[in-house]
């Protein structure tokens, strides 16, 4: 480009001006002796300006149009080069604004995870509390089956070893309780059936001896009756025997008495007699057999009781049996169930140190998130808009920026310059008696 070519006609004009001063030819020693000294000067300056120049050159800008703010502190240079920027999609700015957006999505979907971790915290919160809460229950519904257990064992011990008998010389009734077992198994159940057997066996004894009584009774009348008959008969005979013999004259005695005859009425006194001594045996006989069966039968009534008496007790000792196994089943569906919540409570235990980890993960997460957050917030402090503006020190905007603009086919460029100060510093600016300088930044 044209314009750069000047900065090396400039370099060689200095080359030739140096080159003249130093072929000139002089005759003077002393002259001669000062040109030396000058072409060191200038060869010494030759070099620092062609490195000026070339800096300048390397750095000037002849294709851009550039603009420089300045003027005094809080005026609104950084106001309006900021609102140029945004304006006109400097290139900086739309990527910092680019950034900024980023960040802001990123803050806002951290945000809402963090709300969404929050949520189900309260969620798996709640599913502890519900855990915590069932597995109390079950530890309360455990000890009541074991406390339940513990009087069922108790019941069925007893229950084990209880005695029931029947004493038939006493005739009484004997089991071995206690008040536990009045409440699970009353005997006053049993000694009802036993009285209600043996009040009736007593009942039927009665009957035996009130119709045996009876029937001895009626034999005895009959007994009576016909005794009575004999022995009126017998008298009547006897009287007539003694009249008979009154009447006879001695030599009919004398041939009685010779020759062993005997009168009608003696021989029928004597059957009678006979009669009467048979009928007391017959009415003894049957007094003794009638009490003989009255005995048998009371026996047989005494041996029915018994029999009652055993099968209500064989009864009631398989009802007390049956009881024992009853209550020998409820303690094993108890053990059953115990275990059940033991088995219950360690799933409900290990499914509360997963919730209670997975809370503690998501805390970490959460914790993780809101440290992150921070950070990008920090961070977006850099990307928001106003960043270069002033906040009302003097000294906010220190180096000189430089911010390129592409608005259609024309490039410029706008430096942003430090502010100057509306009290020159050097008013403020001291050295005390020991030489410290103060007011100087």
Known sequence: MFELQIYD????????????????????????????????????????????????????????????????????KSTLI?????????KTKSETRKKFRILIAEIKNMNNEVNSINEQIEEK??????????????IEEK???????????????????????????????IIMEDNILKNVYPSSMIKKSIDRIKDKCKIAVQKIEEENKIISNKILEKHSIFVKELEETIEKLNI???????????????????????????????????ILNEEKERTKES???????????????????????????????NNINNKFQEYIYKIKENRKKINEIEISNKKLSKTLKKEKNNIESKEKRKKELEKETLEKESELEKYQDGT????????????NIEYKFDLGNQK??????????????????DIDENGVISGLF
């Open 9 to 76: 006609s400039i370099n060689e004009e200095i080359r030739n001006l140096v080159q003249k001063i130093v072929n000139e030819n002089i005759e003077d020693e002393k002259i001669k002796q000062s040109q030396k000294q000058v072409q060191e000067m200038l060869f010494g300056l030759q070099i620092e300006v062609e490195k000026e120049i070339n800096d300048l050159k390397l750095n000037s800008e002849w294709d851009t149009f550039t603009m420089a703010f300045y003027g005094e502190t809080n005026a609104g």
């Open 82 to 90: 900021e609102t140029l920027r945004i304006l006109l999609n400097e």
């Open 125 to 138: 919160k709640i599913e502890i509390n519900n855990i915590i809460t069932k597995i109390n229950e079950n």
């Open 143 to 173: 000890k009541k089956y074991i406390i339940c257990n513990r009087e069922f064992e108790v019941i069925a011990e007893k229950l084990k070893n209880v005695c029931i008998e029947y004493n038939v010389e006493s005739d009484k009734f």
């Open 240 to 274: 007539e025997l003694e009249m008979k013999k009154n009447k006879r004259n001695f030599i009919l005695k004398l041939l009685y008495s010779l020759f062993g005859k005997e009168d009608r009425e003696e021989k029928l006194i004597e059957e009678k007699e006979k």
């Open 287 to 317: 007094l003794e057999m009638q009490n003989e069966k009255k005995l048998e039968l009371i026996n047989k009534e005494e041996e029915n009781k018994k029999l009652e008496i055993d099968t209500v007790i064989k009864e009631e000792k």
């Open 388 to 399: 270069i503006i002033g906040n009302g020190l003097s000294d906010f905007t220190r180096e």
């Open 412 to 429: 410029f460029n706008i430096i942003d310059m430090p502010g100057l100060p509306k009290k020159p510093s050097a008013e403020v600016i």
